[in-house]
Structures are given as structure tokens and as C-alpha cells.
């Protein structure tokens, strides 16, 4: 019942930053809390950031606290995360993810996006 699509992905070298993009459509009203998530080679899935919808609450992996920062704006359904002094650590796919499960920190999320690739080069 909602629809997620990444933007903004591509190849940045080591030190830079980029800023990914989440575009949701679909039942959004139903919307509690959004997040990111990144899938390195070989790796599993791990969490990368989250943001409550109302009050726009966050939470972030030890990772990329200080480096990264999540976002929404709330007019255009859409959630961001804005990665400054990016690592060849961070090369991965990124994904949007979203919950209609009310608590925080999510531990649960309901739809994802199809990914975004991001590649730092060193």
C-alpha cells in the first residue's frame, strides 16, 4: 500500500558526501517512522538511521553518528540522508524503508524501496 524509490546514489570519493533520497506514494497517512538501511558486498543488511514522522525523532547507528544525518519533509512524503566525510566503509546499496509500527526506535519495518547504490572511492 506504499510505494518506496531511492534517488541519488552514485560514486564519491572518499571525504565527500552525497545525499540519498526517498520518495513514498501510496496509503503514506498510515506512515509512523522511516528508515535507512545499506546491504555491503557479502554483508548483511544492516541499519543505518531512522526518523519518527510527527516530531521528527531520530535515531542513528554508532557508524555514522556525526557523519550522517536523516531528514523528511513531511509536503513531499519524502525522507532524506544527507552522508558528509563518506568512507570506502560506506560503499553499499542503500534502502528506504518504512513502518506503521508505533514505537521508536523501530524494530520492525513493514515496506521497503528497491536500493540505491553508493560507492566511495579511496
Do not use: H
Request: glycine share 10%; hydrophobic share 30%.
Amino acid at each position: 500500500q506504499v510505494q518506496l524509490v531511492e534517488s541519488g546514489g552514485g560514486l564519491v570519493q572518499a571525504g565527500g558526501s552525497l545525499r540519498l533520497s526517498c520518495a513514498a506514494s501510496g496509503r503514506t497517512f498510515s506512515n509512523y517512522a522511516m528508515g535507512w538501511f545499506r546491504q555491503a558486498p557479502g554483508k548483511e543488511r544492516e541499519y543505518v538511521a531512522t526518523i519518527r514522522w510527527s516530531d521528527r525523532s531520530t535515531n542513528y547507528a554508532n557508524s555514522v553518528k556525526g557523519r550522517f544525518t536523516i531528514s523528511r519533509d513531511s509536503a513531499k512524503n519524502t525522507v532524506y540522508l544527507q552522508m558528509n566525510s563518506l568512507k570506502s566503509e560506506d560503499t553499499a546499496v542503500y534502502y528506504c524503508a518504512g513502518t506503521t509500527t508505533r514505537s521508536f526506535p523501530p524494530v520492525e519495518y513493514g515496506y521497503w524501496g528497491q536500493g540505491t547504490q553508493v560507492t566511495v572511492s579511496s
